[in-house]
């Protein structure tokens, strides 16, 4: 008996092991990872052009906020001495600032048409996360969701398939070598599943702590924090107060908004709930987008929650991409 249920467990073991290399170490093309490179890439590369409109006022011994201000800010948790979070706070001189701006903007362009991504996306990545330490008052969650979906991009070959990269390849007139380091082939690869699957796991986390610290709130209990949130002019872009007749609309707004926030990080992963949990992903942003008055910041949610979109999607809704179908550690 006990040799039985020990066999059993050992089973059971071998599933869950196997489920485990499954979810992290099996072959990815990358068609959802190029739609999602080419939508941060234009999104920096418009923040970016936003920034410079009047960058010496963010930036610079002049900017708004300088090192002595952010230090008062911060409680001196960090200012003029903290090299490592971003070597800008130490670039006064224009002509430097100037040119960083324009390598930033260069990298995000060439990141979404997919130019050398193999470099130019962490380049895209690394300089942005340079902007977001240093431009303290001026953080806010679409400069994070920018970021995060860069870095992820970096770990994997997101340029294989609808890029200049793909179209150079096609081409054949890079050596052998050189096409295998700088142009990937769009083939199943683990990088790719690995670079996924840590991205859905982050927005998984995004979504259940804010849905927690939500859950902190009474307004999300009592059913009227959407009626505040539309209510707010200082967010407001549509008129929509005259919801307010509807109190039961709001409430059933409110309740199901925490809800769906509380247990994407559960109600994503199964087939059969992904699509409503993602429907209301884009419901949620979307209205945030049309009607709060923060279309960026809706729109790059709607992104990564792409990320749970499959490979196979783009590929029947854009056009097949061109891959093998061996797996590769890329």
């Known amino acids: ?36 490179r080419i939508a941060t890439g234009v999104m920096l590369l418009y ?11 963010f930036l610079g011994p002049d900017a708004w906020i300088d090192n002595v201000t952010a230090k008062q800010l911060h409680d001196g948790a960090f200012g003029v001495s903290d090299w490592a979070r971003s070597y800008l706070w130490h670039i006064d001189n224009a002509s430097l600032l100037w040119a960083h701006q324009l390598l930033a903007i260069t990298a995000s362009a060439l990141m979404a048409v997919g130019f050398l991504s193999r470099l130019t996306v962490p380049l895209a990545w690394f300089l942005n996360l340079m902007y977001v330490h240093r431009l303290t008052g001026a953080l806010f969650g679409l400069d994070q969701i920018m970021t995060y979906s860069a870095m992820y991009l970096s770990l ?16 054949g ?56 949130a539309v209510a707010n002019y200082e967010y407001q872009s549509w008129d929509m107060t005259w919801m307010g007749r509807y109190p039961r609309l709001f409430s059933l707004l409110t ?9 994407y990080c559960a109600l994503v992963w199964p087939r059969l709930t992904r699509p409503i949990v993602l429907a209301m992903a884009v419901a949620v942003h979307g209205g945030i987008a049309l009607f709060l008055g923060m279309i960026t910041f809706g729109v790059m949610m709607i992104v990564a ?4 979109v499959p490979p196979d999607f783009w590929q029947r809704l854009i056009g097949r991409g061109v891959h093998e179908k061996t797996p590769v550690k890329a």
């Open 1 to 36: 008996m006990i040799g039985a249920a020990m066999g059993e467990i050992r089973s059971w073991l071998r599933d869950v092991a196997a489920a485990w290399d499954r979810f992290w170490f099996c072959g990815r093309t990358g068609e959802t990872l190029a739609v999602i």
């Open 47 to 57: 923040s970016h052009l936003v920034l410079a409109k009047d960058l010496m006022s």
């Open 156 to 171: 994997a070959p997101c340029g294989a398939v609808w890029s200049v990269d793909a179209w150079l390849r096609r081409r």
């Open 173 to 228: 007139e890079w050596s052998a070598k050189m096409r295998d380091r700088w142009l990937p082939a769009n083939r199943p690869s683990v990088s790719t599943n690995v670079a996924t699957r840590l991205f859905q796991i982050h927005v998984c986390v995004i979504y259940l702590f804010g849905g927690l610290a939500k859950a902190r709130g009474e307004m999300w209990w009592d059913g009227t924090a959407v009626w505040f």
């Open 255 to 263: 309740h199901t908004t925490l809800f769906w926030e509380v247990f």
């Open 305 to 308: 929650n792409m990320i749970f």
